[in-house]
């Protein structure tokens, strides 16, 4: 069953975004209503949101006042999605007016708020839209921290409204009762993702079919929770970088684990998501190995052993170069092994490394790999483990995030 979803559309620029937020969620079986506001319908005309939707379009609590309609759609919703929220609207939601259907129908809902801010850099920084999307979030609305990259003009940084389908992904996330969290604003957040690839000879290497998607995932989230976030990324069909992050391009096991060691003294929180080459060739070739040649270059490959980033990780932390009160995740992927369940295997794995949190799935099967959904078991170091449920990639990411977040007091 699809959800109920009334969108909400701010007159910013960014409102012809919306009519593929709308489209997003119809696809996905949702029902959408959408209630812009006044402004709005400058720049999105009330046949194009109807068309879209299939339901009427009003503006103001006058219509349709015999259905009660600036009650009744707020109350029938089971999510609702403000794309894009201009500083004004912004305003007008955190002082509680209702001078419009859009304002009236937010102050009577009851279901999870996403409020989705895009407007010029400055505004967004001025004090007086800091403030009110900090109550907004007091209120408990989540709001959503806007993209970087180019505005309405020449200008960019901070500001722009995310892509249409990661604003329906993480609404949806947000009605399925996941949320961000809010202790990691402000946080270094390090993160590996994709898997390393060791070259053979020029057109050949040794690689592993992880798709990114979940350290992708894990790093939306961070940033969405306000942590300064950095990826290290190897080879990923991961499609668009969390808005915000830093993202470094690496090739190698080396490249990454130099690229992690430079940054791991200054990150409050390091996830090793990333499926990373235990063994790399001995020798790289400088042309390319030929099936037939004298010595079968080809056919015998020698394999030297990758350092083992997490367990270094781990090792820098003890000798004082990382701090100690920076949380370690490593990630495992693990099939069933005769006499040795996934979990067995997973616990062992995570006493060898010595970090504190080991996430672990079930690969049997090739299940998870590319795949938009993900579940498992977040182990502890003390013993304790959480069942991670099945969920979107997303889902699976903030439930990560919310219970290594919430362990300790993350250092200053
Ligand atoms: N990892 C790492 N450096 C390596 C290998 C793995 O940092 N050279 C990290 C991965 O990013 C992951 C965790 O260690 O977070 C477990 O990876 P995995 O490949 O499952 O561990 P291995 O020690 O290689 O064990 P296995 O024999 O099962 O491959």
């Not at 830093?246 to 409050?268: F, G, L, P």
């Amino acid at each position: 069953m699809g959800l109920k979803v009334v969108l909400g559309v701010g007159g910013g620029i960014a409102a012809y975004k919306a009519c593929q937020v709308v489209r997003d969620f119809t696809e996905a079986g949702d029902d959408v209503r959408v209630v812009p506001t006044p402004a709005a319908l400058n720049f999105v005309g009330s046949a194009t949101f109807e068309a879209l939707s299939g339901h009427p379009v009003s503006t103001t609590v006058f219509d349709a006042v015999d259905e009660v309609q600036h009650v009744r759609i707020g109350q029938e919703a089971d999510l609702v999605v403000v794309a894009p929220a201009t500083a004004d609207l912004l305003a007008r939601l955190a002082a509680g007016r209702a001078d419009d259907l859009l304002t009236a129908s937010v102050l009577v809902a009851t279901c999870p708020v996403v409020i989705v801010p895009a407007m010029h850099t400055e505004m967004w920084k001025n004090p007086a839209v800091r403030r009110n999307v900090e109550l907004l979030r007091e209120f408990g609305y989540v709001v959503m921290e806007p993209a970087h990259g180019r505005l309405t003009g020449a200008d960019s940084g901070p500001g722009r409204l995310p892509d249409p389908a990661q604003i329906a992904d993480f609404a949806r996330s947000v009605a399925r009762g996941h949320r961000p969290p809010r202790s990691l604003a402000g946080r270094r957040v390090l993160i590996t993702a994709g898997g390393t690839q060791e070259n053979i000879d020029p057109v050949r290497y040794i690689g592993n079919r992880s798709s990114g998607r979940q350290g992708f995932a894990l790093g939306e989230v961070a940033a969405q929770a306000g942590a300064r976030v950095t990826m290290v990324v190897g080879d990923t069909d991961a499609l668009s970088t969390p808005a915000g992050a830093e993202v470094v391009r690496v090739r190698s096991t080396r490249q990454m684990h130099a690229a992690v060691q430079e940054r791991a003294a200054a990150s409050d929180l390091i996830i090793m998501a990333a499926a990373v080459a235990d063994f790399r060739p001995l020798n790289e070739a400088d042309s390319k190995l030929k099936k037939g040649s004298a010595d079968d270059a080809l056919r015998h490959v020698d394999l030297v052993e990758n350092p083992d980033i997490l367990r270094d990780l781990v090792d820098w932390r003890r000798a004082g170069v990382v701090p100690a009160g920076t949380i370690i995740v490593g990630f495992a992927a693990e099939t069933e092994q005769p006499g040795a369940s996934v979990r067995e295997l997973a616990r062992k794995k995570l006493q060898r490394k010595g970090c504190d949190f080991l996430m672990c799935n079930d690969v049997s099967g090739g299940a998870v790999f590319g795949q938009d959904r993900n579940s498992g078991w977040l182990l502890a170091a003390d013993g304790r483990e959480t069942v991670i449920a099945d969920g979107s990639k997303l889902d699976v990411a903030m439930e990560i995030l919310t219970h290594v977040a919430g362990e300790r007091i993350l250092n200053d």
